[in-house]
């Protein structure tokens, strides 16, 4: 009779220790205000995401003169004051990735890449361009919407239209 004790015994014991680590490890099922704290003190994840990052120039459909100087193409946007990644990725397979500065100022930071080149651009690659930005926090990472622009070909003048 003495073991069907012990067992019983060890039985309860192991129960509740499986209570317990199942609401250290899963705080979204837990029920008490002991098991919150017991995350807390075991160092759960109380840090925030930073903020996505915000496209703001050239608008989405926009039509971009020549990048050649002293025309560029310049990109902006607001995100995380952490590493940066610009991709601009074109017809014909045309793929560029760039590293981004960190940002400047409180977060979300500020950001411009300017891309420029000694020649013009051929005609397959005047049709649709996208662009994004991801960034890398360390333990957060993230990507901005995808926006779309054209190129002009490089015997365009363009005339500003004037009204009278």
């Known amino acids: 009779m003495d073991w069907i004790k012990r067992l019983g015994s060890m039985l309860l014991i192991g ?11 899963d705080p979204g099922n837990a029920n008490s205000a002991t098991s919150t704290k017991l995350v ?11 903020p996505e990052s ?39 397979d045309r ?3 760039f590293n ?17 080149q000694t020649q013009a651009l051929p005609a397959d690659a005047l049709e649709a361009w996208n662009w ?7 333990s957060f990472q993230g990507q901005s919407v995808t926006r779309t622009f054209k190129v002009v070909p ?3 003048v363009y005339l500003p239209y004037a009204t009278h």
Request: glycine share 14%.
């Open 15 to 25: 129960l509740i220790g499986l209570f317990v680590v199942g609401i250290v490890v």
């Open 132 to 138: 994004h930005v991801e960034y890398d926090c360390g």
């Open 54 to 92: 915000v496209l703001q120039s050239p608008a989405d459909n926009a039509v971009l003169a020549q990048p050649i100087a002293p025309n560029s193409w310049t990109f902006n946007w607001q995100g995380p004051r952490c590493g940066h990644k610009i991709y601009l990725n074109g017809p014909g």
């Open 100 to 116: 981004g500065t960190m940002g400047s100022g409180p977060p979300p930071s500020s950001f411009t890449y300017s891309y420029t």
């Open 40 to 50: 807390q003190a075991s160092g759960g994840p109380t840090a925030t995401p930073p």
């Open 154 to 156: 490089a015997n365009f």
């Open 95 to 97: 793929n560029y990735i």
